[in-house]
């Protein structure tokens, strides 16, 4: 698996299609594709497409737009929104062959807390999200269509 001298030089390879594995543990099931396309030179728009497949098995169209920007050693998570507002925000550090981070954000009365795995051909995103009527984790994994080889 390739490695990356640092987080910056990863996010610049993350332009491409991926594909889409999402859980949720009240049994909903979203399968489909994110493409990354750059904005410009520290910045995604990030474009997620799919099915989702309710707990009773009806089937649904999904699809969500997101900005991601990496700036001063940040990731930042913005929806995309006019202005943009922020989702999430951390620091990526390498740990075990892998970047991981942590993000946070409230949106009284809920709060969702995410954690990052990110490698060469693969995204990890759990994010528990909790509120008086809220409580359930989701679990996104994206998996490069064309991975990248060993350098």
Not at 84 to 93: A, G, S
């Amino acid at each position: 698996m390739r490695q990356f001298a640092d987080f910056g030089e990863y996010f610049d390879s993350l332009v491409g299609e991926w594909s889409i594995l999402r859980t949720v543990s009240s049994g909903e099931k979203l399968q489909g594709k994110l493409l990354l396309a750059f904005l410009d030179n520290s910045s995604y728009l990030v474009s997620e497409t799919g099915e989702l497949r309710m707990s009773d098995g009806n089937l649904i169209s999904a699809s969500r737009q997101w900005i991601w920007r990496y700036e001063n050693g940040n990731l930042l998570i913005y929806f995309d929104e006019e202005p943009p507002r922020l989702y999430h925000q951390m620091v990526p550090v390498l740990r075990a062959g892998a970047w991981h981070g942590q993000g946070d954000h409230d949106c009284p009365p809920d709060a969702y807390v995410g954690e990052y795995l990110f490698s060469a051909n693969k995204i990890i995103v759990k994010q528990d999200v909790m509120g008086p009527k809220k409580d359930y984790q989701i679990v996104s994994e994206y998996t490069r269509r064309f991975p990248i080889q060993s350098s």
